[in-house]
T-cell receptor, first 115, second 111 residues
Framework: GAGVSQSPSNKVTEKGKDVELRCDPISGHTALYWYRQSLGQGLEFLIY????????KSGLPSDRFSAERTGGSVSTLTIQRTQQEDSAVYLC?????????????FGNGTRLTVT | GQSLEQPSEVTAVEGAIVQINCTYQTSGFYGLSWYQQHDGGAPTFLSYNGLDGLEETGRFSSFLSRSDSYGYLLLQELQMKDSASYFC????????????FGQGTELSVKP
């Protein structure tokens, strides 16, 4: 596709429910990143993939968060038993390769609201 | 820990020049990137400094000094459309291009 696509764009869920957020990276991009942005804040790193493997999961806030990537393309971020503090915009980015000078291309994000 | 400090907000007038500073304390620092984010939009890449010195891209320039753990983004001939948040981000060595972001600087350009 032309850019990174994320779905849904908005998600409202009740506390305790599970949610799945989807990211479709730019075709041919091997690296994929998940970030979280709270209102007026910077971007908090969650996890990145090189191909289908995740060398760095250090940013996942708790074991309620998990992510996978299949076929070196689409990635899903799953949050189990959502809490109100999980409310944020979840941003996905892809880059041509997991390199130092490979710009990240971000999607428009999924705005998650936990009520 | 890993942290980047930048001013929370800056205001300037159309046509002026503005500099947004960024100081960092990160282990495994490899380079400094800058991203722009308009309200409600996706962050977009502006520049990358892997070496000390100035990088120029049109109206935008970015500078890095490793010895001072400091960088800045310089925006010239400001336009109203430059009103946005600007984030510096440290690229971390040997972590797959992972970026650690600052909290962002909100730039308001006034007529």
């Amino acid at each position: 596709g032309a850019g990174v696509s994320q779905s849904p764009s908005n998600k409202v869920t009740e506390k305790g429910k599970d949610v799945e957020l989807r990211c479709d990276p730019i075709s041919g991009h091997t690296a994929l990143y998940w970030y979280r942005q709270s209102l007026g804040q910077g971007l908090e790193f969650l996890i990145y993939f090189q191909g289908n493997s995740a060398p760095d999961k250090s940013g996942l806030p708790s074991d309620r968060f998990s992510a996978e990537r299949t076929g070196g393309s689409v990635s899903t971020l799953t949050i189990q038993r959502t809490q109100q503090e999980d409310s944020a915009v979840y941003l996905c980015a892809s880059s041509l390769e997991a390199g130092y000078n490979s710009p990240l291309h971000f999607g428009n994000g999924t705005r998650l609201t936990v009520t | 820990g890993q942290s980047l400090e930048q001013p929370s907000e800056v205001t300037a007038v159309e046509g002026a020049i503005v500099q947004i500073n960024c100081t960092y304390q990160t282990s495994g620092f490899y380079g400094l990137s800058w991203y722009q984010q308009h309200d409600g939009g996706a962050p977009t890449f502006l520049s990358y400094n892997g070496l000390d010195g100035l990088e120029e891209t049109g109206r935008f320039s970015s500078f890095l000094s490793r010895s001072d753990s400091y960088g800045y983004l310089l925006l010239q001939e400001l336009q109203m459309k430059d009103s946005a948040s600007y984030f510096c981000a440290a690229v971390i060595y040997n972590q797959g291009g992972k970026l650690i972001f600052g909290q962002g600087t909100e730039l308001s350009v006034k007529p």
